[in-house]
């Protein structure tokens, strides 16, 4: 390497170096109008699930269900689906579950799949548990009237 791009590069980690070193550790969350949301107290592993309970309502039209129950410790890889031990149409009866929807078995252009689409296998992206932990904001949402 030569000395001008060898001085280069040593003024790049240099530059890079310091402006690491002033970013602070700990960083304060602020919504679009400016109120603070940072919620220390509701780090991972802050908060609980709550409890099994029977299927949440939906609070509007097309909300992905909520887990009513505990996922921890839930496999759900590329190789494996722990929610479909229960949740599979050739497993939900006997499970006591809710059995997967229609529109999981349809690929991006409607066409019909024999299993789940890869692009609705990753339940936890859509379906969330609950949990005790506090809104980060004020809420007043209130369900469509319709959903009542």
């Known amino acids: 390497m030569n000395r001008k791009t060898r ?5 790049l980690v ?7 070193a002033t970013v602070p ?6 919504s679009v109008r ?5 919620a220390p107290e509701l780090a991972p592993g802050n908060f ?3 409890p099994d309970s029977p299927p949440i309502p939906r609070d509007y039209v097309q909300q992905p269900p909520l887990v ?10 590329l190789n494996f689906n722990k929610c479909m031990d229960c949740h599979a149409w050739s497993r939900y009866q006997e499970a006591g579950a809710t059995k997967v ?14 299993n789940v689409s890869p692009r609705r296998y990753f339940c936890l992206q859509c379906h969330v548990p609950q949990t005790d932990a506090r809104p980060l904001v004020e809420n007043t949402f209130r369900p469509a009237a319709g959903l009542r």
């Open 25 to 30: 550790l700990a960083q304060t969350v602020s």
């Open 34 to 38: 400016g109120a603070d949301v940072s």
């Open 101 to 114: 929807s229609l529109t999981h078995f349809k690929d991006r252009d409607g066409g019909e799949l024999s």
């Open 7 to 11: 001085n280069l590069v040593m003024a």
């Open 48 to 50: 609980r699930q709550l």
């Open 68 to 77: 009513p129950h505990k996922v921890d410790g839930y496999e759900v890889s």
């Open 14 to 20: 240099a530059a890079v170096g310091l402006g690491a």
